[in-house]
């Protein structure tokens, strides 16, 4: 192939957060040596992209047409997808949704179109959920065979590619490159509270997790009062996991603050970030608070020993009974994550800055 070469991103559903801050974050590198073009069909996926990524002094700044606006409506637009894949010849297709089954129509047409087409796991948390999904067998067997023609993948960890590996049943062609982090010059300081803060930044719906500290809480209050959760993030379970905690009687316990793109004022406002999901990659949220020497709780991952590469194994609890002991103790658990700040940080500098993260995707793109 040639040294500079042409590469369409396509993605076809909305993407959130870290998702969409990934998605740039390749397109601007690659930008500087080769032409490339973003395709999104999600109404709502340039107003993500102004929104979060600009405010977090991001931009996607790439070459070529710049981001065509593609609203695919059904699957018989997938003529449409062709027709654009075939104007900008591109050498490479990056398929970057979020979920394999919703990025079908981009691998057909990039197969259609006789073009390198290469599955992106890079923007999403594990496949692990979608992988061991109560879905039917034929259907399953349908996903995994499609899934299959991708020439090649990218992941965010060694443990995504041995997924990948385990449950696709793909044995070469995978790459890993791991999430590039950036973060503002800025300041974090900490008032003494009277509650401990608990922050937890992330949507807000079941597979997030939230839903565990109500468990925690009601365990917790026994014990000590001076404790509350802050909730920095939206979805479609806000209202339903309002419900729950007012039945339980912790409204007190409790603020929701909505997504909030001012780092210094998250930071500065919370004393713990916990993370609560099962299943994850290697959250982002993880590398800044780990950067800005923020204490972290997190819950173990199924399948992914991710945090165990980060974190001393104290700070990591398999269940609700976990957390509660982890809150009911926590100057023990602050005091500990203190004593190894200073590492913590050193280990995300080396790992995901952008130097080290330049030369792993160039070399990558070179293979692909």
């Given amino acids: 192939m040639k040294d500079r070469k042409t590469i369409a991103f396509y993605c076809d559903v909305n993407i959130y957060s870290g998702h969409d801050i990934m998605s740039a974050h390749i ?55 062709i027709g654009i894949f075939r104007s900008i010849k591109p050498d490479i297709i990056v398929v970057c949704q979020g979920e394999y089954h919703l990025c079908l129509r981009g691998l057909i047409a990039g197969r259609l179109s006789g073009v390198r087409t290469v599955m992106s ?28 023609r991708f020439h090649s993948f990218l992941t965010i960890s060694v443990e995504q590619k041995r997924l990948l590996r385990e449950y696709i049943g793909v044995e070469r062609r995978v790459y890993v490159l791991e999430n590039l982090t950036e973060f503002p ?9 009277k509650r401990t803060a608990y922050g937890i930044i992330s949507r807000i719906q079941k597979s997030k997790g939230q839903y565990k500290t ?12 001076d404790f509350r959760f802050v909730l920095f993030g939206e979805g479609e379970d806000v209202d339903r996991l309002k419900g729950a905690i007012s039945e ?50 997190v819950h173990r991952l199924q399948g992914n020993p991710v945090y165990e590469r980060y974190l001393d194994m104290d700070l990591i609890f398999d269940t609700v009974d976990g957390l509660a002991e982890r809150m009911i ?25 952008r130097k080290h993260f330049e030369k792993i995707l160039f070399g990558l793109f070179e293979k692909i």
Wanted: no cysteine.
């Fill in 27 to 81: 397109a601007n590198a690659l930008s500087a040596r080769h032409d490339v073009h973003f395709l999104y069909s999600h109404p709502s996926f340039q107003k993500s992209l102004n929104g979060r990524v600009a405010k977090r002094r991001l931009e996607l700044n790439i070459t070529g047409s710049g981001l065509v606006n593609l609203l695919v409506k059904s699957w018989g637009d997938i003529r449409t997808i």
């Fill in 121 to 148: 796991y890079i923007p999403i948390g594990m496949p692990y959920s979608i992988l061991r999904s109560s879905w039917h067998h034929i259907k399953n067997l349908i996903y995994r065979f499609l899934v299959r």
């Fill in 185 to 193: 010059d800025i300041t974090i300081t900490r008032k003494k509270r």
């Fill in 248 to 297: 339980k009687g912790l409204d007190e316990y409790y603020e929701f603050r909505g997504w909030v793109d001012d780092r210094r004022r998250i930071y500065s406002d919370i004393d713990v970030l916990l993370l609560l999901s099962d299943i994850e990659g290697v959250p982002l949220v993880l590398l800044e608070s780990l950067f800005f020497e923020t204490p972290v709780l």
């Fill in 329 to 353: 103790n926590i100057e023990r658990y602050i005091a500990l994550f203190k004593k190894n700040s200073k590492a913590y940080k050193k280990t995300v500098i080396e790992r995901h800055g």
């Fill in 214 to 225: 109500i468990e925690a809480a009601v365990k917790v209050r026994a014990y000590r009062r």
